[in-house]
């Protein structure tokens, strides 16, 4: 796979002609953020992952069509963000028991793992209170490392907004999670 800093409009442009490297370049490009932004909209990191997936086979069946005059991240995301709403809303419809993604082992200790998932639904509950535009915001920035101006361009939204959505964000996360501290202090 390409490794070089090739700007996406020139990987569009091979991918359009044929050259699978390109596209795949700009999968590799734009694989931890997509990810980021399709757990918000999948209940599993599993279905996460399909959701990526999906999007970036649509993308490649569309860019036959795409205008390489335009920057092509914005684009994928719109394409990522349908997809994921449209996975939600199936979901919403065929609800099922999810199964654990780790099963405790006969040798943990008990304390631990009921520290862990106290944590762990803590932390759950908090992400629950945000909106989804929130919680995508806090988790690109605050998770996977980007800058407000780099997910504004993703999301589609001016840089200032997604500011505004982390600041909501790490403020509600803030207030829904300080009673662990507390409990740490007791």
């Known amino acids: 796979m390409r490794q070089d800093n090739a700007p996406d409009r020139e990987l569009v442009v091979e991918a359009r002609a ?8 700009l ?31 649509r993308a490649l069946r569309a ?11 914005p684009w994928f995301f719109t394409i990522l963000r349908n997809v994921g709403r449209n996975a939600a809303e199936r979901h919403a419809r065929w609800t099922s028991v999810a199964i654990p993604d780790e099963l405790p082992s006969d040798s943990a200790d008990p304390e631990d793992l009921a520290h862990r998932a106290h944590l762990r639904e803590s932390i759950d ?13 806090f988790r690109l920035c605050d998770i996977e490392g980007f800058d407000s101006t780099e ?17 909501r964000a790490r403020t509600t996360l803030r207030d829904a999670l300080r009673h662990l501290n507390e409990e740490k202090g007791a």
């Not at 044929?18 to 370049?25: L, P």
């Not at 918000?40 to 970036?56: C, G, H, I, N």
């Open 18 to 25: 044929g050259n699978r490297e390109a596209f795949g370049t």
């Open 27 to 57: 999968v590799v490009r734009y694989l931890r953020p997509a990810l980021a932004v399709a757990w918000e909209f999948a209940p599993t990191r599993d279905d996460a992952e399909d959701l990526v997936q999906d999007a970036f086979h």
């Open 63 to 73: 860019l036959p069509s795409f205008d390489e005059t335009r920057p092509f991240r």
């Open 125 to 137: 509950r908090g992400l629950d209170i945000l909106s989804a535009m929130q919680r995508t915001c």
């Open 151 to 167: 997910v504004a361009e993703m999301l589609g939204m001016n840089a200032a907004t997604v500011r505004t959505h982390r600041h």
